[in-house]
């Protein structure tokens, strides 16, 4: 399928990309806008991103959208970040075919048990339909936390030691990983944060112990596809030792 996009050249791709979509909330106030129309502006620029990092053959890609930690917002913005959520479900139902051109498979990282029932519905036909896909995988971060996404690995793992099927030394960096929400994935290569601030804010805790990271001032609803290959162009030319010399 033909990209709408001019996509630029890289000499190396990170295997999988996290974005911390911040900034939302300060882009509006700047404006003199209700923090709800920031958000809207961001999900735009989320499905432009998500689109290009597709065409360009990026393997995963992992968008924070809503973490443990947003439940403590305001009851109306939290509403309608499930409505952009809800908006978008439906936008995926209603493109699956496009999707499925593009070999992107969409996951959704994190507990989505405590939203609505109709978007638990919406999320799990999406999974299914994309299941096959392998281009890219596209993964959206909701109720996530990393510490959280730990805690429950470390319990599954406690379960199988209370069940017998387990020992203390069957426990290794591959069980936790296997129980982590990521099993199938590369570790995080490349971690982007726009908006000006410079901390992972419990996003992607164990898989980004060797991430690069590409920090920017920029607010999430004004970054841009150019923006995009600057991070990539910084990774290209990181020098990745691993511990090693």
Partial sequence: MKSKFELEHFEVLPKHVGVIMDGNGRWAKNRGLERSEGHKAGANVFRTIC??????????????????????????????IMSLLRSYLLEALDRKKENEEKG???????????????????????EKQSAGKTRTVVNIAVNYGGKQEILRSVKEIAKGIERGNLSADDVTEELIEKNLYTPDFPSCDLIIRPSGEYRLSNFLTWQSAYSEFWFSDILWPDFTVENFNEALRAYEKRNRRFGGI
């Avoid at 890609?61 to 973490?67: D, E, H, M, P, W």
């Avoid at 992107?104 to 999406?126: A, C, E, P, T, W």
């Fill in 104 to 126: 992107m498979r969409i996951k959704f990282v994190g507990d989505v048990s405590r939203v609505d029932k109709d978007l638990q519905k919406m999320i799990k036909i999406i």
């Fill in 51 to 80: 689109e290009y990092a597709c065409d360009l053959g990026i393997e995963c890609i992992t968008f924070y959208a809503f973490s443990t930690e947003n439940w403590a917002r305001p009851e109306m913005e939290i509403k309608g």
